[in-house]
């Protein structure tokens, strides 16, 4: 399902005593938010962005209006949200909460496999959790298994590695 916000990530520290903040992201790229100049709050504050650095693994984030540590502690384990509409994100991309609730299809036999309930990050590839009639089936998120993803009508087709959905 498209969404107006989504999550971009959490503030998880401080950097400095100037106001700048470490940022996690929950995107393939530490940076993210470059070119992105409003971020929101949860509860859909707008916050200016100054800058957005890479640093590893996160981004080091400095805000307007947010100038010392003090000012920066108080955003510290706040998760930030981007609008939809200003995400850059390359065709055939998504963020994992407009998949979430999506019905799965086997792409050869059409038959619904069940809802893509969560997605567990596992460092080689995304696991895909999809529960039918109280089981829960597990599948890699790669190439060969995603056939295609249908944000709009909250449809994904795979194409599921042999034996994970057989009854026992």
Do not use: C
């Not at 609008?83 to 036999?109: H, L, N, Q």
């Not at 069940?114 to 460092?123: C, F, K, M, Y």
């Not at 089981?135 to 795979?158: F, Q």
């Amino acid at each position: 399902m498209i969404k107006e916000f989504l999550e971009a990530g959490k503030v998880v520290g401080t950097h400095g005593i100037k106001g700048a903040v470490r940022f996690q992201p929950w995107s393939d790229e530490p940076d993210f938010l470059k070119g992105i100049k409003t971020v929101y709050l949860a509860d859909k504050t707008p916050v200016n962005i100054v800058s957005v650095k890479p640093h590893g693994n996160i981004a080091i984030i400095e805000f307007e209006n947010v100038n010392s540590i003090e000012d920066a502690e108080k955003l510290r384990n706040k998760t930030v949200l981007v609008k939809r509409s200003d995400a850059k994100i390359p065709e055939g991309r998504y963020f994992i909460e407009e998949i979430i609730g999506s019905k799965v299809f086997d792409e050869k036999s059409g038959e619904l496999l069940g809802i893509l309930s969560d997605v567990s990050p596992t460092g080689a590839n995304d696991v895909w959790h999809i529960k039918k009639d109280g089981k829960e089936y597990l599948i890699p998120a790669i190439e060969s298994v995603i056939v295609s993803v249908d944000i709009e009508n909250e449809k994904v087709i795979i194409n599921p590695l042999e034996g994970i959905f057989d009854e026992n």
